[in-house]
């Protein structure tokens, strides 16, 4: 039994008065679900002698006055800061950088509603810092990290904004003509698919209550109403209506927040399902369509498929004293390696992974990013140790792109 299915067998217990769910149980599962995967990238012929470097040079100045991303420096190297978390300064291996993270709470509305409220710590490529704002309810970063797609207060947000991330401004908006709560860049970033909702999918309603322990609280309203794909240049859209679906008992998806990602290549866009095949690809013309083979055996890890799309991220395959995680052929969903790590978060190229890791003797609420290697036991240090289990406890929750 998957998540989705857990939540939604707990909730109709809950509705029913059946069964009673520990404080803090709401927020953790119907937290916000953001598919952040590093943007595709492109194959590399081999792999560099890796570097770990404690500081990240001010970007040079090119021709004229145009700055070099910070990101793009040391760009064969990884740089690591295993002393900050969350981060103050670049990390990024191979073709792979943090692009952002961000941290979120639950803040109680004036009307009883309680919103999930991200802090976002985004990457400034003049400087090689992270930069904490609570200006946008949503964002995306392209690849290259030179701009982020972003969504202000409130959502759902009628444009789109596209952010430089060397001068910190927004270049231009992007009107759209359905209200917008999720954006995600299409590997090419010429392209963005904006997930369509009629509320605000990080908002509980307090007029849409669910019980916790036996008391009423606010509680999610799913109400996703399609997609738009939407053409970077020049702005325009198409929309498509693909409301969340129902099961067999009128259920909609416990998750107010269910966006859309972009396929490998590109062509398709998908929904995530509560039960096999666990994804729904539409065609950009909003038609259903069948799983893409080479995805055929893409789960829930992050990383999904190496940028060659020959290697697949798998789940977790440790035990109490270890931590290891598999490392499948997509089409066959057979087991290739078994590599250290806890959840694989980002392919660097086609034999290096970013990935989540726990330090030995403690739990999964005290991990740390690390770059893995595919044959290689040994794990390089990236960021230092999340501690706690929720926003207040420092967990933040990373954001990739290509540099």
């Known amino acids: 039994m998957n998540v989705d299915e857990l939540v939604r067998d707990a909730l109709r217990e809950t509705a029913a008065d059946a069964v009673s769910v520990p404080a803090g149980f709401t927020d953790r599962v119907l937290a916000v679900r953001r598919r952040r995967r590093t943007r595709r990238i492109v194959a590399t012929a081999g792999i560099t002698a890796a570097v770990v470097a404690v500081a990240v040079a001010v970007p040079l100045l090119g021709d004229g006055d145009e700055v070099r991303p910070a990101s793009r420096m040391n760009s064969s190297a990884i740089i690591g800061h295993p002393d900050q978390s969350p981060p103050r300064d670049l990390i990024a291996a191979g073709d792979s950088v943090l692009a952002a ?49 972003v969504l202000e207060q409130e959502l759902p947000a009628k444009r789109i904004g596209l952010l430089d991330l060397i001068t910190g401004k927004v270049d231009r908006w992007i009107k759209v003509d359905h209200g917008v709560g999720g954006v995600a860049f299409s590997p090419d970033g010429k392209k963005l698919v904006a997930t369509t909702y009629a509320k605000n999918p990080d908002r509980n309603y307090v007029d849409h209550p669910m019980k916790v322990n036996g008391k009423r609280q606010p509680g999610p309203f799913p109400s996703r109403t399609g997609f738009s794909v939407v053409d970077v240049a020049s702005g325009e859209s198409d929309w498509h209506e693909v409301p969340q679906p129902e099961d067999e008992f009128g259920f909609s998806s416990m998750n107010s927040r269910d966006d859309f990602d972009w396929s490998h290549d590109g062509s398709l866009v998908f929904a995530s399902l509560s039960s096999e095949p666990y994804r729904q690809y539409y065609d950009l013309n909003g038609d259903e369509t069948g799983v893409p083979v080479d995805e055929k055996h893409v789960g829930h890890p992050e990383a999904g498929l190496s940028p060659d799309g020959k290697l697949v991220a798998g789940d977790f395959a440790g035990g109490v004293k270890t931590t290891a995680t598999e490392i499948n052929d997509p089409r066959t969903g057979k087991r290739l390696y078994k590599i250290p790590g806890q959840q694989l978060l980002a392919w660097a190229d086609n034999k290096r992974l970013i990935a989540w890791d726990i330090a030995p003797g403690t739990n999964e609420f005290h991990n740390r990013l690390v770059l893995v290697t595919i044959g290689n036991k040994k794990t390089v240090p990236l960021s230092g140790f999340r501690q706690g289990n929720d926003g207040a406890g420092g967990r933040w929750v990373p954001i990739f792109a290509t540099r």
Do not use: S
């Not at 941290?103 to 509305?109: A, G, I, L």
């Not at 609570?134 to 970063?141: N, P, Q, S, T």
């Open 101 to 149: 993270f961000y941290v979120t709470e639950t803040v109680k509305q004036d009307n009883g509603d309680t919103l999930r409220t991200p802090t976002y710590g985004l990457l400034n490529q003049k400087t090689g810092k992270y930069e904490k704002t609570k200006k946008w309810a949503f964002l995306d970063v392209a690849p290259g990290a030179r701009t982020a797609a």
